[in-house]
């Protein structure tokens, strides 16, 4: 494993990170499996994990802390987050500190960021709770080693936020399709002029720039390095920037936590070409042509308490538009549960705006979801999911699966 040096405290850093916040996974759903493939990763040579107060409401925490426990906490970094928008009293923070000490099972957390700092308000209140001090305090203590913020803003509440405060680590959303989104690669160079540490989230867009790729990415990337994944191409734009020290990655198991060791050992900075750039440069345009709705798939917004599935409605219309032949209204009806007891329609929502505070990629949700009922849902849409529905509860019935309803005793 290649490490990357943090210019801040002149720690040594895994480059692969592991982003702990989609495990357990729907590839190692058991808990024990999640904390065997976290220890295969410091095995691997794995040292920087990333995980949040609110993810999976602590069990997330949990799980780290189990995985990290014994002979394994002083092989790894764990970074963990505060949420200053769950936070109106110094109190209420000091409590959440004691929460996750004791979920992650550690006296001392190694870097503690700001959870989605989005602007300078926001930081400006949390210095007049007193919050800030009490972190400058824990660092002089060593139960907080390194105090960052995690952001999702804009470019220039970025450059604002990042001379603020002389941080000692920032974490971003980046990838090879966000060069230009939220902190940008202008920002990313701010933040490494000034001597800080950043740590990339997102490397794959929630999974975007991997799975269902239009047939002319495929292409593209295939004529210039067959052997390597769609992955492996977002990940190696990462690495090959000097600027950048951990990239996280949400590995979901023990091949894919291999197939990134392998590509993580392999990548030095400044080592891709111009005839690799040329290609970047080809697949951003036809991406971002494709896209439609910039979601990166976080659950943020989620649940709805209309049960719409707001991801998913989102994933199977940029789905449409990104994959030739790709069916889309049927996908659509089948992933958002047309036969299901409660399907997440886009049509279902009462744009009540509960989700949209909530997503860190600024998406006008009700907006949006207009757009996808309009697209998806024609006039025949729910007739047709109504006779489907009709025509599996009768052959249920036939079957005696379904009990009650037109029952004479029922
Ligand atoms: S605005 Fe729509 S999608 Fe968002 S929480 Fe309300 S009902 Fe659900
Ligand atoms: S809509 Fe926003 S919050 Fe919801 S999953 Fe997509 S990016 Fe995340």
Same mark, same amino acid.
């Given at each position: 494993?290649?490490?990357?040096?943090?210019?801040?405290?002149?720690?040594?850093?895994?480059?692969?990170?592991?982003?702990?916040?989609?495990?357990?996974?729907?590839?190692?759903?058991?808990?024990?499996?999640?904390?065997?493939?976290?220890?295969?990763?410091?095995?691997?040579?794995?040292?920087?994990?990333?995980?949040?107060?609110?993810?999976?409401?602590?069990?997330?925490?949990?799980?780290?802390?189990?995985?990290?426990?014994?002979?394994?906490?002083?092989?790894?970094?764990?970074?963990?987050?505060?949420?200053?928008?769950?936070?109106?009293?110094?109190?209420?923070?000091?409590?959440?500190?004691?929460?996750?000490?004791?979920?992650?099972?550690?006296?001392?957390?190694?870097?503690?960021?700001?959870?989605?700092?989005?602007?300078?308000?926001?930081?400006?209140?949390?210095?007049?709770?007193?919050?800030?001090?009490?972190?400058?305090?824990?660092?002089?203590?060593?139960?907080?080693?390194?105090?960052?913020?995690?952001?999702?803003?804009?470019?220039?509440?970025?450059?604002?936020?990042?001379?603020?405060?002389?941080?000692?680590?920032?974490?971003?959303?980046?990838?090879?399709?966000?060069?230009?989104?939220?902190?940008?690669?202008? %920002?990313?160079?701010? #933040?490494?002029? $000034?001597?800080?540490? !950043?740590?990339?989230?997102?490397?794959? /867009?929630? @999974?975007? &720039?991997?799975?269902?790729?239009?047939?002319?990415?495929?292409?593209?990337?295939?004529?210039?390095?067959?052997?390597?994944?769609?992955?492996?191409?977002?990940?190696?734009?990462?690495?090959?920037?000097?600027?950048?020290?951990?990239?996280?990655? %949400?590995?979901?198991? #023990?091949?894919? $936590?291999?197939?990134? !060791?392998?590509?993580?050992?392999?990548? /030095?900075? @400044?080592? &891709?070409?111009?005839?690799?750039?040329?290609?970047?440069?080809?697949?951003?345009?036809?991406?971002?042509?494709?896209?439609?709705?910039?979601?990166?798939?976080?659950?943020?917004?989620?649940?709805?308490?209309?049960?719409?599935?707001?991801?998913?409605?989102?994933?199977?219309?940029?789905?449409?538009?990104?994959?030739?032949?790709?069916?889309?209204?049927?996908?659509?009806?089948?992933?958002?549960?047309?036969?299901?007891?409660?399907?997440?329609?886009?049509?279902?929502?009462?744009?009540?705006?509960?989700?949209?505070?909530?997503?860190?990629?600024?998406?006008?949700?009700?907006?949006?979801?207009?757009?996808?009922?309009?697209?998806?849902?024609?006039?025949?849409?729910?007739?047709?999911?109504?006779?489907?529905?009709?025509?599996?509860?009768?052959?249920?019935?036939?079957?005696?699966?379904?009990?009650?309803?037109?029952?004479?005793?029922?």
């Amino acid at each position: 494993m290649l490490t990357r040096t943090n210019p801040k405290n002149g720690e040594a850093l895994s480059a692969l990170g592991f982003g702990v916040m989609r495990l357990p996974s729907k590839k190692t759903p058991d808990e024990t499996g999640a904390v065997a493939l976290l220890r295969e990763a410091v095995r691997s040579g794995v040292t920087y994990f990333d995980t949040a107060f609110v993810y999976s409401g602590g069990r997330n925490e949990q799980l780290l802390g189990k995985a990290l426990s014994g002979e394994y906490r002083g092989l790894a970094r764990i970074a963990t987050k505060l949420p200053p928008y769950m936070i109106g009293k110094l109190d209420a923070a000091k409590k959440m500190l004691a929460t996750e000490l004791a979920r992650l099972q550690t006296d001392h957390v190694d870097y503690y960021l700001m959870h989605m700092l989005m602007d300078r308000a926001m930081l400006d209140r949390l210095a007049g709770l007193g919050v800030l001090a009490w972190l400058e305090d824990l660092k002089r203590q060593g139960v907080v080693r390194n105090i960052g913020f995690s952001f999702h803003g804009v470019k220039d509440d970025f450059a604002e936020l990042i001379r603020a405060y002389p941080w000692d680590l920032v974490q971003i959303q980046y990838n090879y399709l966000d060069e230009n989104a939220q902190a940008t690669r202008d %920002g990313l160079r701010l #933040a490494a002029s $000034l001597g800080i540490p !950043v740590v990339v989230m997102e490397p794959l /867009r929630g @999974g975007q &720039l991997v799975a269902n790729l239009p047939e002319e990415v495929l292409s593209a990337f295939a004529a210039a390095h067959p052997e390597w994944s769609p992955a492996e191409w977002a990940l190696r734009w990462l690495w090959d920037q000097p600027e950048v020290t951990v990239v996280l990655s %949400g590995m979901g198991d #023990a091949k894919e $936590l291999a197939e990134n !060791v392998r590509i993580a050992a392999e990548c /030095r900075p @400044g080592s &891709l070409g111009e005839a690799e750039r040329a290609v970047f440069e080809r697949v951003k345009g036809i991406l971002l042509e494709k896209t439609k709705v910039p979601c990166t798939g976080c659950y943020y917004c989620m649940p709805c308490p209309y049960g719409v599935d707001i991801p998913g409605c989102f994933q199977q219309l940029n789905d449409k538009h990104r994959v030739k032949g790709a069916h889309g209204v049927f996908k659509y009806a089948q992933a958002l549960g047309a036969l299901s007891a409660r399907p997440g329609f886009a049509s279902i929502c009462t744009e009540c705006g509960k989700c949209e505070p909530k997503c860190p990629q600024r998406i006008a949700i009700r907006k949006e979801l207009k757009a996808v009922a309009r697209e998806m849902e024609g006039p025949l849409f729910r007739p047709v999911v109504g006779a489907a529905r009709f025509v599996m509860r009768s052959g249920r019935r036939r079957k005696g699966e379904v009990h009650g309803e037109g029952h004479p005793h029922g």
